[in-house]
Nanobody, 122 residues
Framework: QVQLVESGGGLVQAGGSLKLSCAVSGRTFSVYVMAWFRQAPGKEREFVAGIIWTGYSTYADSMKGRFTISRDNAKNTAYLQMNSLKPEDTAVYYC????????????????WGQGTQVTVSS
């Protein structure tokens, strides 16, 4: 059974950086699309970025230039480097996995991690 485990969240001041990790077990990691979503209190789950096995990545417009998604297929791990963080980036960040192509619709993803909290103070 596939398992996704996020780590790396925490409290950071505005303008700071965090790097999230998503370790995957129970499935051949390299063939799957990996993505990051986030959900703030009272809001819908929002697409952040996605990456296919070749490393080609897609970002939500508001994250371009500040966030970088990557993956290490040998380590079965996906990452999200977040720079220039803003208070509005405060949310629970989730990693997710699917077959095929990157999708911004969370309903298209097959497996999810439990989430990691990111809090950006002003």
């Amino acid at each position: 059974q596939v398992q996704l485990v996020e780590s790396g969240g925490g409290l950071v001041q505005a303008g700071g950086s965090l790097k999230l990790s998503c370790a995957v077990s129970g499935r051949t990691f390299s063939v799957y699309v990996m993505a990051w979503f986030r959900q703030a209190p009272g809001k819908e789950r929002e697409f952040v970025a996605g990456i296919i096995w070749t490393g080609y990545s897609t970002y939500a417009d508001s994250m371009k230039g500040r966030f970088t998604i990557s993956r290490d297929n040998a380590k079965n791990t996906a990452y999200l480097q977040m720079n220039s963080l803003k208070p509005e980036d405060t949310a629970v960040y989730y990693c997710a996995q699917k077959t095929g192509v990157v999708s911004s619709n969370p309903n298209n993803y097959e497996s999810w991690g439990q989430g990691t909290q990111v809090t950006v103070s002003s």
